[in-house]
């Protein structure tokens, strides 16, 4: 079956300080590969999705940027945080290929940053 | 351009009464539509989803939706609500004929069972 890691859960880190948050997938090939940002509990906001190794799509303009090194392998980064980078970080996989539309995305569990 | 409204930010019911959560949608062409739970401090787990065929679907602990296309709904439905079922409810839409990869989030409905 296929399973998705984070880590870490939690993160405190100081403004100006550099991110790297890690996703991994297991028990699958060639996934979509998707990092969303929540606020407060609530909505979710797409922040990167990749189809395929060193391939990045943006969704917003932020301080933040995205890498897939390895095909299951997505790496979540900054070089200088700001305060409104806190929130809690998802990362999310579905199939790939012809049949992604219709494919349930399947969610890690998490990071919660927390920017001082 | 594809959108799905939560028009409810919180629902309280009580253990044993039957539970809905809504959701409506707007799509240019036909939807995929999926149900997803949270609860605290976890990511979301995937519940059920519509892509065609019958109207009501079935979906993981005992919750279902049913498609409604000309009201543009796929509300969560469950016939005797658990405290246990307390949580966030996400829906979520994709337009078949959109080439977004992504799906559209609705804000969330906090669900409370009250014992």
């Known amino acids: 079956s296929q399973t998705i890691h984070q880590w870490p859960a939690t993160l405190v880190q100081p403004v100006g300080s550099p991110l790297s948050l890690e996703c991994t997938v297991e028990?699958?090939?060639?996934?979509?590969l998707y990092w969303y940002r929540q606020a407060a509990g609530r909505g979710l906001q797409l922040l990167f999705y990749?189809?395929?190794?060193?391939?990045i799509s943006s969704e917003v303009p932020q301080n933040l940027s995205a890498s897939r090194p390895q095909d299951r392998q997505f790496i979540l980064s900054s070089k200088k945080l700001l305060l409104s980078d806190s929130g809690f970080y998802l990362c999310?996989?579905?199939?790939?290929?012809?049949?992604?539309?219709?494919?349930?995305?399947?969610f890690g569990d998490g990071t919660r940053l927390s920017i001082l | 351009a594809q959108s799905v409204a939560q028009p409810e930010d919180q629902v309280n019911v009580a253990e044993g009464n039957p539970l809905t959560v809504k959701c409506t949608y707007s799509?240019?062409?036909?939807?995929?539509l999926f149900w997803y739970v949270q609860y605290p401090n976890r990511g979301l787990q995937f519940l059920l989803k519509?892509?065609?065929?019958?109207?009501l679907v079935k979906g993981s602990y005992g919750f279902e939706a049913e498609f409604n296309k000309s009201q543009t709904s796929f509300h969560l439905k469950k016939p005797s609500a658990l405290v246990s079922d307390s949580a966030l409810y996400f829906c979520?839409?994709?337009?078949?004929?959109?080439?977004?990869?992504?799906?559209?989030f609705g804000s969330g409905t906090q669900l409370t069972v009250l014992p």
């Open positions: 999310a996989w579905s199939g790939g290929g012809q049949s992604y539309s219709n494919q349930p995305q399947h």
């Open positions: 028990g699958t090939s060639n996934p979509n």
């Open positions: 990749s189809v395929g190794i060193g391939q």
């Open positions: 799509v240019s062409g036909n939807p995929y």
């Open positions: 519509y892509i065609t065929g019958d109207n």
């Open positions: 979520a839409v994709r337009d078949l004929l959109g080439s977004a990869r992504q799906l559209t």
